[in-house]
């Protein structure tokens, strides 16, 4: 005679999962094809493109030993290097570090250590070079804050290097 084990019905721990995830999946393409999940807390693209820009700044002041600043207006931004040689600051010509603008309108401010900077429009092109903050050759940011506010949103954010010296991008508080 025979025996065969019984076998019990029912579905196993592993089909269970791989229905799970397939309707996790489901879920997710329609909750974003909805629009229902949005990136209504992420920072503005143009304040994340900064960030990325000063963190390379930063590596390339520290390999070639040089001083790099950031030229800010209401309008938007640019990269500056000192050139010792001449003893002046110059506009940064490298297509790595483009000119940045700034989504239209925005709120801009900015602190310098401890003290509020105006911001206006540059008036002319000709004008003395000189950066509101940078990074220094030993890889140090200028102590400063820049808070940004996009027009439509009740979101500020800020940037600037925290208590370890590291750049740090996260919403404002006040």
């Known amino acids: 005679m025979i025996v065969r084990g019984r076998r019990s019905s029912g579905f196993t721990l592993i089909e269970i999962l791989v229905v799970l995830a397939i309707i996790a999946i489901v879920m997710g393409g329609a909750l974003l094809s909805l629009g229902l999940v949005t990136h209504r807390d992420a920072p503005p693209r143009e304040l994340e493109r900064l960030s990325t820009l000063l963190l390379e700044l930063r590596e390339r002041a520290e390999l070639e030993n040089r001083s790099y600043g ?17 003893m002046r600051w ?4 490298d297509r790595r570090f483009p000119d940045g603008r700034w989504p239209d309108p925005v709120d801009l ?26 990074v ?4 140090e940011y ?13 979101d500020r954010w ?17």
């Open 158 to 174: 800020r940037i600037g290097p925290d208590e370890n010296g590291d750049l740090a991008l996260r919403k404002s508080t006040r």
């Open 142 to 154: 200028t102590p400063f804050e820049l808070r940004i506010g996009v027009d439509g949103s009740t």
């Open 70 to 86: 950031v030229q800010l207006d209401a309008r938007g931004y640019r990269f500056v290097v000192y050139d010792s040689r001449t």
């Open 136 to 139: 220094d050759s030993t890889g």
């Open 109 to 134: 401010e900015l602190d310098v250590d401890g003290r509020r900077v105006v911001l206006g429009r540059r008036t002319s092109k000709i004008a003395e070079v000189t950066p509101e903050f940078g």
């Open 90 to 93: 110059l506009r940064l010509e």
